[in-house]
């Protein structure tokens, strides 16, 4: 069966301080991989998305960053974090195809202060 | 511009009785529609989902309602039971897309006892 970890769980880290968040997938190949964000009180933003090793969508413009180094694993980033990036970050995959849910990962809690 | 709209923030519902939660979208291109339940501090849990060429697909307690002249879908959780608290996210895709998914903002339910 397949799983999806994230860590870490929670992180609080100060304004300006660089961010890496984990995602890695087991029991499948080749997923479509995703990072959302959930911030108080709103909906789920989907932040980036990947089809395959290397190869990243951004949906939207911030000082975050993702890459796939290896075919499970996706990786979040940002090199100076701001007040506004605290939320619940979330990472998901997706089997190829269409038709077919995304598989939630825990998530992790940044607070940024 | 949101493409999924969950207009109810918040529903509350006797335990025993019907619970209803709706979801509207602005892209008549979307052919696969899914509604997650998600837990605090937690990733949302995949439910049920349904293609646009039916109307409707139950799963035990769970009914998804396609209308798409009125790009419309609701759930029906029947009876709603305490453990059903949660809140719901509907999501859909769209053929040439199907990799992306567009979440509404989620809609709080709560079943008193």
């Known amino acids: 069966s397949q799983t999806i970890h994230q860590w870490p769980a929670t992180l609080v880290q100060p304004v300006g301080s660089p961010l890496s968040l984990e995602c890695t997938v087991e029991?499948?190949?080749?997923?479509?991989l995703y990072w959302y964000r959930q911030a108080a009180g709103r909906g789920l933003q989907l932040l980036f998305y990947?089809?395959?090793?290397?190869?990243i969508s951004s949906e939207v413009p911030q000082n975050l960053s993702a890459s796939r180094p290896q075919d499970r694993q996706f990786i979040l980033s940002s090199k100076k974090l701001l007040l506004s990036d605290s939320g619940f970050y979330l990472c998901?995959?997706?089997?190829?195809?269409?038709?077919?849910?995304?598989?939630f990962g825990p998530g992790t809690r940044l607070t940024v202060l | 511009d949101q493409q999924v709209k969950q207009n109810s923030p918040s529903l509350s519902v006797q335990e025993g009785r019907i619970s209803i939660l709706n979801c509207d979208y602005t892209?008549?291109?979307?052919?696969?529609f899914l509604w997650y339940k998600k837990y605090p501090a937690e990733g949302p849990t995949f439910l049920i989902s349904?293609?646009?060429?039916?109307d409707k697909n139950e799963d035990g307690r769970f009914t998804v309602f396609l209308n798409k002249s009125a790009k419309h879908l609701s759930l029906h959780i029947v009876p709603s039971q305490p453990g059903d608290s949660a809140v719901y996210f509907c999501?859909?895709?769209?053929?040439?897309?199907?990799?992306?998914?567009?979440f509404g903002s989620g809609t709080k339910l709560n079943v008193k006892p």
């Open positions: 998901a995959w997706r089997p190829q195809g269409p038709h077919n849910e995304q598989f």
């Open positions: 029991g499948t190949s080749n997923p479509n």
């Open positions: 990947s089809v395959g090793i290397g190869q």
């Open positions: 892209n008549s291109m979307f052919d696969y």
């Open positions: 349904i293609s646009s060429i039916k």
């Open positions: 999501a859909a895709s769209a053929p040439r897309a199907f990799n992306k998914f567009y």
